[in-house]
């Protein structure tokens, strides 16, 4: 049902490659201003990843709960703290949100099993 940590970041770079080298400059733009938007500010990373990862699993895209998962953890989030955003998002999101929230247990076990190695 769900593609590995591999398969969305493969797409991502191969696809982000695309769009980038199509000249349409906005693709580029937003991916600045995403990076400026999540630099630690008022906020640390942790968090701006942990309020991603829910906006990610309400708007249901399973790449991005892939990519802030992964940077919330780098970040300092523990399983914990993304469980709990996972939670919180399936109440603001209802059930549709229940599927990208499992994806991010995936994403957390596929992660842990690779430190494993």
């Not at 696809?15 to 980038?20: D, K």
């Amino acid at each position: 049902m769900f593609l590995d940590i591999k398969e969305y970041r493969d797409l991502r770079k191969k696809y982000n490659f695309e769009m980038f080298k199509s000249g349409v400059s906005t693709f580029r733009e937003f991916e600045e201003l995403e990076a400026k938007t999540l630099q630690a500010g008022a906020l640390p990373r942790k968090y701006k990843e942990l309020i991603s990862l829910a906006t990610s699993i309400v708007s249901l895209c399973y790449g991005c709960v892939e990519y802030h998962v992964t940077q919330a953890l780098e970040n300092g989030a523990t399983r914990e703290e993304v469980a709990e955003t996972a939670a919180l998002a399936i109440v603001m999101g209802g059930g549709p949100a229940q599927w990208p929230a499992r994806y991010a247990f995936k994403v957390m076990d596929e992660l842990e099993a690779q430190k494993a190695q």
